[in-house]
């Protein structure tokens, strides 16, 4: 009777000095991680609006270009070639790309915004929660107090898990992106700004029209010659430019979907089951379990 009672006072004021240390440390950022959680989310939403705002520069250039077409018509007869036609996949991908893009940073933004009500909300009712645990430590032998009591503890343990599974996620999202998506996804951004800049080159090639075809046969013959090499030059550029412009934009959909699914998914769902097993196999462990009242007393 005196071991109980001396266990249940013993439980009381451990619980009421976690509950009292707890509301000391109420919106307090955990040292490394959560400066950590800080810099990475800042880091990946301003990356991944720079990388829509590029497929958006490239979208409007190529709208622009596909007004235009490249003109070889010395005396008002020659050839054209409308590249409207030719860039109708660079305006799809882009617009497909944009679409991943818009995604992933909102998908960022929802576990910011997570992440900072954790910070705020979690301590305050897990202060509740320890508070309640400590006593219903009194009433443990009855059974329906012990079903609350398993169940309050077991949101104490989710509430921990979820204070520290996102800091935890986002430092393996930042150690996985900058070892291996950043240099790749760097890589096809700078092609595809190359890529666009000899693209926007296109457009000066054209010949300016004349009514005089003997004047223009006899003063301009080399100027159209130089002009004739050029425009087919471009015709090749224009179908080499738009499959690597093409590939390179297809090569950042798959890098940004398969960030998307290892950051959203995979990394966070891994962190949260992780701790929670950690947190249970401390809480739970037989030779545990029974400060908790969880388990039989050991005998």
């Known amino acids: 009777m005196k071991e109980n009672l001396k266990k249940n006072i013993l439980n009381s004021i451990l619980g009421i000095l976690i509950a009292t240390l707890l509301f000391l440390l109420n919106g307090t950022k955990i040292p490394y991680l959560d400066k950590h959680a800080d810099t990475y989310f ?49 305006d799809d991908m882009t617009e497909r790309t944009s679409t991943i893009l818009v995604t992933s940073i909102v998908s960022l933004g ?25 006593l219903l430590t009194w009433f443990k032998n009855i059974p329906k107090i012990q079903k609350i009591h398993s169940t309050l503890l077991k949101v104490s343990i989710i509430l921990i898990a979820g204070r520290l599974f996102l800091p935890i996620a986002s430092s393996a999202n930042e150690s996985i992106y900058r070892l291996y998506f950043a240099p790749k996804i760097t890589e096809k951004m700078n092609n595809l700004k190359i890529n666009m800049t000899e693209f926007n080159k296109l457009k000066e090639l054209s010949i300016p029209e004349s009514d005089n075809i003997l004047e223009s046969l006899k003063n301009k013959s080399n100027f159209i010659k130089d002009k004739t090499i050029a425009f087919k030059k471009a015709a090749l550029q224009i179908i080499k430019k738009t499959k690597s412009i093409i590939t390179n934009l297809l090569a950042l959909g798959f ?44 005998v």
């Open 42 to 90: 800042q880091q990946a939403i301003t990356k991944a609006s720079i990388a829509y705002a590029t497929c958006r520069f490239i979208n409007g250039a190529v709208s622009i270009l596909k007004e235009s077409d490249l003109q070889l018509e010395p005396a008002g007869v020659g050839i054209s070639l409308a590249i409207g036609q030719i860039l109708d996949p660079i």
């Open 255 to 298: 890098l940004f979907v398969g960030y998307f699914i290892i950051q959203v998914i995979v990394i966070p769902l891994s962190s949260f089951w992780l701790l929670l097993k950690i947190i249970n196999a401390l809480l739970f462990y037989p030779d545990n379990a029974y400060l908790y009242n969880i388990l039989p007393e050991k």
């Open 110 to 134: 929802v576990q910011k915004i997570i992440y900072e009500l954790s910070i705020s909300f979690v301590f305050p009712v897990l202060i509740g929660c320890i508070l309640i645990l400590s």
